[in-house]
């Protein structure tokens, strides 16, 4: 974990409330001028802490109604039937979140897709016959009561 100071952590905690703020508005928040703001910010992003910046958008209003998980199990856990497995999902645009588990299931995913035919037909054609896919099981969300990217930072 990179060593960060009081002034850094609300850096942070702007950042990850409001990423399109300004670095003027950004240094009057925390106590700053603009210039040492930058610099702070400027190092935060060096060190890899803040990986990127984006707009976080509706789905819907982009014509991907359904949302929905899989939990996938694969035939073979060796290194290289993971990282193929992997890099596929990273293929696919429809997969947003690929996360690798303990336990019984190997992946969690997050697709989002147009239509319940639409994830059907991506279900068939494109996850199931990944490699090394030995099983899928798929979950629609109903509705999110809670969307949080980010860590808490107080």
């Known amino acids: ?6 002034i850094d952590m609300r850096l942070l905690a702007e950042l990850q409330d ?3 703020i300004t670095n003027v508005e950004l240094a009057q928040r925390v106590g700053l001028t603009a210039p040492p703001c930058l610099r702070r910010v400027r190092a935060l992003e060096e060190a890899g802490v803040i990986r990127g910046y984006h707009a976080e958008l509706e789905p819907s209003r982009l014509g991907f109604a359904l ?6 199990s694969l035939k073979s856990q060796a290194e ?5 497995f992997e890099q596929a999902m990273r293929d696919l ?21 147009q239509d319940l035919q639409s994830f059907q037909e991506f279900l068939t054609s494109k996850l199931t016959p990944a490699p090394n896919v ?3 099981k798929t979950s629609l969300t109903i509705r999110t009561s809670k969307l949080e990217p980010g860590v808490p930072l107080g």
């Open 1 to 6: 974990m990179a060593s960060l100071d009081e």
């Open 18 to 20: 409001e990423g399109r």
């Open 93 to 113: 645009p429809e997969v947003r979140e690929v996360h690798m588990l303990n336990g019984e299931i190997d992946f969690i995913l997050k697709i989002v897709s």
């Open 134 to 136: 030995a099983s899928v």
């Open 80 to 84: 290289a039937d993971l990282r193929e």
């Open 67 to 72: 949302t929905v998980f899989a939990m996938v």
